[in-house]
């Protein structure tokens, strides 16, 4: 059984910073990638940043240049380091990962997280 728990979130002002963390546990032979998803009220559940295991990042358009996402493969845990802060910011933010369990078959499964509410007040 594999679990993603995040922790981090919460209120902020405007141009403020908040860092989510995401760790990993359970039965783990190999993560790869690891990211962070968002979903705001009404909305579909976007892609916020990913990074792959050979440490390679993604970043939606919007959080370019003000979010940056890393990873600590020893602990088994994926943040996202969010600056400059905008109330369009705020959702539920979701850890995802993409990881192997069982060695001997490979496969790769997708998890996700609880998610932890981010709220930017203007």
């Known amino acids: 059984q594999v679990q993603l728990v995040e922790s981090g979130g919460g209120l902020v002002q405007a141009g403020g910073s908040l860092r989510l963390s995401c760790a990993a546990s359970g039965s783990i032979f190999m993560i790869n990638d690891m990211g962070w998803y968002r979903q705001a009220p009404g909305k579909q559940r976007e892609l916020v940043a990913v990074i792959t295991n050979t440490g390679r990042t993604n970043y939606a358009d919007s959080v370019k240049g003000r979010f940056t996402v890393s990873r600590d493969n020893a602990k088994k845990t994926v943040y996202l380091q969010m600056n400059s802060l905008k109330p369009e910011d705020t959702a539920v933010y979701y850890c995802?990962?993409?990881?192997?369990?069982?060695?001997?078959?490979?496969?790769?499964?997708?998890?996700w997280g609880q998610g932890t509410p981010v709220t930017v007040s203007s």
């Open positions: 995802n990962a993409n990881l192997i369990s069982n060695p001997v078959t490979m496969r790769v499964l997708n998890y």
